[in-house]
């Protein structure tokens, strides 16, 4: 089936750092999304994306869709402490708009 | 957006047994899922509620041990049957509308099966 591998898998930065991370599949997607999920919680969306090329913001939040269509990026610029838990990439199964399948996560903590 | 409400929020259950998980919308949704998070691991889609007809299920979950009921397009539960220690995860509602659209999630069930 469809996988989706993130990295890093997990990092540690300093508040105020600009942090950076990826989606990458061995097939290609049409749409990309990105979750945050924080402890005992489920995930959140954060950003959506629906073209190659693309490029959103969400506050300090920005999301490529990569030309390929098979990877996605997402930036945090000046972590902040509440910034800290999983990041998820997503994206539709085959033929199937609304089931995601997820990617590995990538945890993210923040040192002050 | 849709507000999803999800019970119980945690349980601890006996090897053997079987606990049913709810999961309510505040709104009419056309599409609701059930996944399943293992610890430290990534979410994945156990099976699709239909509305009033049989669940999807995705390769290695059946329904035997994963029963699920949608009535109505508000409303679904899930079932951990026969539980035993590896069925220990957190199980997430979620729905959408429409095509293309993004799924909400609820706040997941807690489970531990000793």
């Known amino acids: 089936g469809q996988q989706l591998n993130q990295s890093p898998q997990s990092m540690f930065i300093q508040e105020g750092e600009d942090v950076s991370m990826n989606c990458t599949s061995s097939?290609?997607?049409?749409?990309w999304l990105w979750y945050k999920q924080d402890p005992g919680e489920g995930p959140v969306l954060l950003i959506a994306?629906?073209?190659?090329?693309e490029l959103t913001s969400n506050g300090r939040l920005t999301a490529q869709f990569g030309i390929t269509r098979k990877d996605s990026f997402l930036n945090i610029s000046a972590s902040i402490p509440s910034d800290v838990g999983i990041y998820f990439c997503?994206?539709?199964?085959?033929?199937?708009?609304?089931?995601?399948?997820f990617g590995t996560g990538t945890r993210l903590q923040v040192t002050l | 957006s849709a507000v999803i409400s999800q019970k119980p929020s945690r349980d601890i259950c006996q090897r053997g047994t079987s606990l049913t998980i709810q999961c309510q919308v505040d709104?009419?949704?056309?599409?609701m899922f059930w996944y399943r998070q293992q610890p430290g691991q990534s979410l994945t889609l156990i099976a699709t509620?239909?509305?009033?007809?049989?669940?999807?299920?995705e390769s290695g979950f059946v329904i035997d041990k994963f029963p699920i009921s949608r009535p109505n397009l508000t409303f679904s539960t899930l079932t951990v049957s026969n539980m035993s220690p590896e069925d220990s995860s957190i199980y997430l509602c979620?729905?959408?509308?429409?095509?293309?659209?993004?799924?909400?999630f609820g706040s997941g069930t807690q489970l531990s099966v000793l």
């Open positions: 979620s729905a959408g509308t429409g095509m293309g659209e993004k799924l909400f």
């Open positions: 097939s290609i997607f049409n749409t």
């Open positions: 994306l629906y073209k190659a090329g």
């Open positions: 997503a994206g539709p199964y085959t033929g199937t708009a609304s089931k995601l399948t």
């Open positions: 709104s009419q949704v056309t599409m």
């Open positions: 509620a239909n509305q009033g007809s049989e669940a999807t299920y």
